[in-house]
């Protein structure tokens, strides 16, 4: 058997067994005596009586190990023109005093943090200073509105929120604060304090009593130490999108995910104590939690964290500047970033302008890596690219092409193959399993795998609808796809509404929230339609009130401007059509899939279902457009 099929089977037929084994690379105040607690199916919990602190795996342990002189954080900001490295020591004592000052403002363990940074070292240490102190993070994506942050507030109920006078997009000083104030503002709950980094580029203005400024208040509070907590007590909460406008907020556990996250960085990334890995991402999304902060750390690798973009800071070698400087092992990153890169640099001439010889892997994940986009990576760089299929809610892949366990072969197009621990199985409409090169469902059977999500903040009812109850024994992926005859998984893309933009998550639902509350809208729905560059991109059709009197390019214009407002820039939305009527089927519900498939040039059948097939004839030159 291989070193791969002999994993996998057993941590399928024993998970007791292979996860207890795994979790002796992780330092713990009490060793698990269980690994898996199964008696409240379908929610499980790992390593129920464990006492663990992730911020020590992470930190403590290594500089206790003498590994304290080596670098754990580079931080290389090109929009800013500073780079700077701390080391396990360095990194240790900014995470302790920024935990003592959270401390002084009333912080304890199970009581939340709401975190709004760009990408600064700040971001990392408060999210470890946390973990320190067991208390619980939520990081929120720089680039959501006030009104995506103020439901994560209210959500959360955090104590404190940290977050920072701006951030920088390219060449653009964004102020946070202003944004931070409205959210407030907005939401319902009050936090008592606002810790505020004041960056050079703008000064923030505080509140009195309310908000602390970052350096002088870490300058002057204690040190804290490690808090012993249960392996099944939360670390983080961390918001998606799901179909509706509310989003999930996404639970991790302490335990759990130390331990997936440590065999992770072995056996699927290959990169051990000392090396560098770098997750080109951001740590408002889970790739930053999980590749940025928590596995390079736990560890004992180097970490980056890149304030800047693959093109336009300043140019489209950026990446291989950083990857050369910092003596990068593993680069991972989105698709779209490649695709950026390659638009604007066909012919790899930057690729060639620095030493690579380093770089030894490409990650990619985040959306459906396209065959033209993995075969432009390869051929320029001559190192394996490796497609990789994760969400939020799982924390690590799903599926990979294992490099430090057993690397295969890659097929493009193809993420690979289950990781241990995810017993994938593809299911048709009726439940069952799918013949082999079949299109069907994506489920993962329960239990799930240590680090993925235990729960949904405060709503195990809503965790078990969502993701539980469609096959009664699954977790619901919401990814559908096929499995060819060498076991190989092929990733096709969303059987909901959710849509991926740039690698970035959103929900149509939400963003059709905000369109139908103009008052112009009688109705309205939003589509993912594919684009070259963001993989895809939201497109809203509206149909007017009886007796709207709106010109339709300030419609247009004002819903625009609206989404922007509402959810943020990052949901890229930009076009939208004023239509007669949407397409419906008998009961009123809105036939998106066919519209989606129309929009992506598929020649769709018109559903026995619909209402009035004229909606859908009128509409499909635009859809086609
Ligand atoms: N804070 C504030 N605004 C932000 C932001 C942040 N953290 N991140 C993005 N935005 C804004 C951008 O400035 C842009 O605003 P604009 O419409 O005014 O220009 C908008 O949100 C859309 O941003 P983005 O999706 O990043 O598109 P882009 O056109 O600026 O750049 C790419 C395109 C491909 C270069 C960029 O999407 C990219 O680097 N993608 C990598 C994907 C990635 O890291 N995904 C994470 C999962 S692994
Ligand atoms: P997120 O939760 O933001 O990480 O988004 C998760 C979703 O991104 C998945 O459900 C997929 O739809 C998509 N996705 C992530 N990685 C891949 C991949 N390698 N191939 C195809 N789709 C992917």
């Not at 509070?221 to 799901?242: H, M």
């Not at 490649?338 to 380093?358: C, Q, T, V, W």
């Not at 294992?402 to 241990?420: A, C, F, H, I, N």
């Not at 943020?568 to 397409?583: E, I, K, Q």
Request: net charge negative; charged share 20%; proline share 8%.
């Amino acid at each position: 058997m291989s070193r791969y099929a002999d994993a996998f089977a057993r941590s399928i037929t024993d998970p007791d067994g292979f996860w207890g084994e795994a979790a002796a690379a992780i330092d713990w105040y009490q060793r698990p005596t269980a690994v898996l607690d199964r008696s409240n199916p379908p929610i499980y919990r790992w390593f129920p009586d464990g006492v663990v602190n992730t911020c020590f795996n992470a930190l403590d342990r290594h500089v206790a190990a003498g590994r304290g002189g080596q670098p754990a954080l580079v931080y290389d900001s090109p929009v800013t023109g500073t780079s700077r490295t701390f080391t396990y020591a360095e990194l240790l004592d900014e995470v302790a005093h920024f935990a003592g000052l959270l401390r002084e403002l009333g912080v304890g363990a199970g009581d939340r943090v709401v975190i709004y940074l760009p990408m600064v070292p700040e971001a990392v240490i408060a999210m470890l200073a946390c973990a320190r102190i067991g208390a619980v993070h939520s990081v929120v994506f720089g680039g959501f509105a006030a009104n995506e942050l103020a439901l994560r507030i209210d959500d959360a109920a955090p104590k404190v929120i940290v977050s920072a006078s701006c951030g920088i997009e390219v060449n653009r000083v964004l102020p946070y604060k202003p944004m931070l104030d409205r959210a407030i503002g907005l939401a319902n709950h009050r936090p008592q304090h606002c810790v505020i980094l004041q960056r050079p580029q703008v000064a923030a203005d505080l509140v009195a009593g309310r908000d602390v400024e970052w350096a002088p208040a870490v300058a002057a509070a204690k040190p804290a130490d490690c808090v012993p907590l249960a392996a099944t007590d939360p670390l983080y909460i961390l918001y998606t999108s799901g179909t509706t406008a509310r989003p999930k907020g996404v639970v991790r556990d302490n335990g759990g995910h130390a331990v997936a996250l440590r065999w992770s960085m072995a056996n699927i990334y290959d990169t051990g104590p000392g090396e560098v890995f770098w997750a080109a991402s951001d740590v408002g999304w889970v790739v930053g939690h999980s590749y940025i902060v928590y596995a390079p750390l736990l560890a004992g690798c180097t970490t980056v964290l890149y304030e800047g973009k693959p093109v336009g800071t300043p140019d489209a070698g950026a990446f291989w500047r950083v990857v050369a400087e910092h003596g990068v092992k593993a680069l991972f990153t989105a698709p779209t970033a490649f695709r950026a890169i390659r638009r604007e640099d066909p012919a790899g001439e930057h690729i060639r302008r620095y030493d690579l010889s380093g770089l030894r892997y490409l990650f990619l994940a985040g959306e459906r890596l396209d065959p033209e986009t993995y075969h432009w990576a390869a051929d320029q760089l001559g190192i394996p690219v490796i497609d990789h299929w994760w969400q939020t809610e799982t924390g690590w892949p799903i599926a990979a092409n294992l490099r430090g366990l057993e690397p295969m072969p890659v097929k493009p197009g193809s993420p690979t193959v289950p990781v241990p621990g995810y017993d994938v199985r593809v299911l048709d409409a009726a439940g069952d399993e799918a013949p082999d090169g079949q299109d069907g469902e994506i489920a993962v059977r329960l239990p799930l795998p240590p680090g993925c999500l235990p729960t949904l903040w405060g709503d195990d009812e809503r965790y078990v609808e969502s993701y539980l109850s469609r096959h009664p024994g699954f977790y619901t992926t919401g990814d559908g796809g096929y499995r060819d005859a060498d076991g190989y998984l092929y990733v096709m893309g969303r059987i909901d509404d959710v849509i991926n933009v740039a690698g970035h998550r959103l929900s149509t639902g939400a963003i059709e929230q905000v369109l139908a509350s103009h008052p112009a809208v009688a109705e309205c729905a939003v589509i993912g339609v594919p684009d070259d560059l963001k993989g895809e991109v939201p497109r809203g059709f509206v149909v007017l009130k009886a007796g709207a009197a709106t010109d339709p390019q300030t419609l247009r214009a004002e819903l625009v401007a609206l989404v922007r407002d509402q959810i943020g820039a990052v949901a890229s939305f930009r076009d939208v059509a004023v239509v007669p009527a949407l397409p419906k089927t008998r009961s009123g519900k809105i036939l998106r899939k066919t519209m989606r498939g129309i929009a992506a040039g598929r020649e769709e059948p018109v559903p026995s279902t619909i209402d009035d097939p004229g909606t859908l004839d009128a509409l499909r030159p635009i859809l086609k457009s």
